[in-house]
């Protein structure tokens, strides 16, 4: 939770440069990247469409307020099928999807393939989190909704090919190692948010495709990290069992619109819905609150993913007393002035209670390797105080405290034994012997034919624990295991893809091994 100097004042200047070019020529585009604004984050899916160019789909938020047509923001990778993200300040929006169908490097006026319009109003989005705003393109689009200049061009950006997958938004499984998570986008996400959502807009991201028999793990980093920060954890993690997940934001940006988000991609159930799996969140510094405000969301409805385990490591529960002076600074950082100790946010952090059942490690650090020891005890970031500030210690079920800086307790043994324990009790509701049969994957074979992408998928995947499901090796354990079962003997016809495509594959490899 420590500022750069140089990096800090670059951003000042930076700040006033923004504000300067506002006046003279006021944008809804520059207006966005000045940290002093309020903007809002919209995400969704584009849905059917066909016919379009699948290496150069783009979606566009243009406003008219300042000037007609303008570009505020550009989701680059909105094809069908997969979601987008924007962030963009209140106002009204023709969001439009392009497509270079002409295949010439460019968007233009006459490649708009379909839209809807958006009215962003804090009145009415008071969290500044707009979920699920799908598009459908097969929907018709008024024509004064497509309009955009007859000499319009947009060059398609030239981006590096990325992992794609069935499950997760294109680009959103990565590598620890990717430039995305580097030093520098870390402390773009904390000085110039917008910059960062720009290059990283959907938060979520997976070191690997969905196996949907693992319990999601979500590490959350907090202020200026990045997934990086959990390096030295992840070798631990049984990745047979676990898997694990990133929420990557913008960590200059407003912490209560951040849990908000937080809430909406993994604890609502609408973007990744878990079913009766549950999962653990470890979050650490700032992250902490984050997560915390995300709870207050939850609304206790059917269908909502629900949290087995919380672990906070050394985060500032009861805000930080340095960040009572962000309002004397050139630069007023909206979640460094949200972690005040008197500020709205904090006051309102615990307006709802912890969800029933949740069991919550509190992990503090207390290892101070400054050389002066000035004011109370820390970590030499966060005071012990706020560490373990009353309320977070009536709401955690245990607490346990290491002698290990800040960010060094993340690296800790003992605290990663720590960490470890906890995640370890957590297991999917899946019998032991299927979680055998799961572990032996699937088959990598040449497939010839019509496979569906989720066949395909399953095949490799789990194809030898659908084999030993068919054999009776292992009991079917619902209707959809039992319905399978009897469309392999030939007593129920195929209904999905998954079991026309194991037909298609057993009558492929009658004799493959494994059997």
């Not at 930080?320 to 008197?342: C, E, F, K, N, T």
Request: aromatic share 10%.
């Amino acid at each position: 939770m420590t500022f750069s100097g140089c990096s800090y004042l670059e951003s000042g200047l930076k700040q006033a440069g923004l504000m300067q070019r506002y006046r003279e020529a006021p944008s809804q585009r520059l207006y966005k990247h000045m940290l002093s604004s309020s903007t809002f984050f919209v995400f969704g899916r584009v849905e059917n469409g066909s016919g379009l160019n699948p290496q150069a789909t783009a979606l566009l938020a243009i406003s008219d307020r300042h000037h007609e047509g303008e570009v505020v923001d550009v989701s680059h990778r909105a094809r069908p099928g997969n979601y987008y993200g924007l962030n963009l300040p209140a106002g009204q929006y023709r969001l439009m999807v392009v497509s270079d169908l002409n295949h010439d490097g460019a968007y233009t006026a006459d490649e708009v393939v379909g839209g809807r319009p958006l009215q962003l109003d804090p009145q009415a989005l008071p969290g500044k989190v707009l979920g699920e705003y799908h598009i459908d393109l097969a929907a018709p689009l008024p024509d004064q909704e497509r309009r955009l200049a007859a000499d319009f061009r947009l060059e398609v950006k030239d981006s590096p090919s990325l992992a794609e997958s069935l499950f997760f938004p294109p680009g959103s499984i990565r590598n620890l190692d990717d430039d995305l998570f580097s030093p520098q986008m870390a402390n773009l996400g904390m000085y110039e948010p917008a910059l960062f959502m720009e290059e990283a807009p959907m938060m979520f991201y997976a070191l690997e495709e969905d196996l949907g028999y693992k319990v999601p793990v979500v590490f959350v980093h907090g202020i200026g990290g990045s997934p990086r920060d959990f390096a030295a954890i992840l070798p631990h993690l049984d990745r047979r069992r676990y898997r694990p997940w990133f929420f990557y934001y913008p960590s200059g940006y407003d912490l209560g619109q951040l849990g908000e988000m937080f809430h909406k991609i993994f604890l609502s159930g609408k973007t990744f819905s878990l079913g009766q799996i549950e999962m653990v969140v470890v979050a650490h510094s700032m992250g902490g609150l984050v997560v915390r405000e995300a709870f207050n969301h939850l609304e206790g409805r059917e269908g909502e993913n629900r949290v087995a385990a919380l672990v906070t490591v050394a985060s500032p529960l009861g805000g930080h007393p340095a960040a009572a002076m962000a309002a004397q600074g050139p630069v007023l950082i909206p979640s460094w002035r949200d972690v005040d100790p008197s500020s709205s946010f904090m006051r309102q952090l615990r307006r709802k209670k912890l969800p029933a059942g949740l069991d919550y490690h509190l992990l503090y650090a207390f290892g101070n390797e400054s050389t002066v020891k000035v004011g109370e005890n820390s970590d030499g970031v966060v005071p012990l105080s706020s560490q373990l500030c009353r309320e977070a210690q009536e709401e955690a079920t245990k607490q346990l405290g290491f002698d290990a800086t800040h960010s060094g307790v993340l690296a800790d043994p003992q605290a990663i034994a720590t960490v470890m324990a906890v995640i370890e009790v957590v297991r999917v509701p899946y019998p032991e012997e299927h979680m055998a049969e799961l572990f032996k994957g699937g088959y990598d074979l040449p497939l010839v034919g019509d496979y569906s992408p989720l066949g395909r998928y399953c095949i490799r995947h789990v194809g030898r624990w659908l084999d030993a499901l068919a054999a009776g090796r292992i009991a079917p354990f619902d209707e959809q295991h039992r319905h399978f079962v009897a469309v392999v003997r030939g007593e129920a016809q195929a209904d999905t893809e998954v079991e026309k495509d194991w037909l298609r594959f057993i009558a492929e490899y009658p004799q493959r091994t494994g059997l």
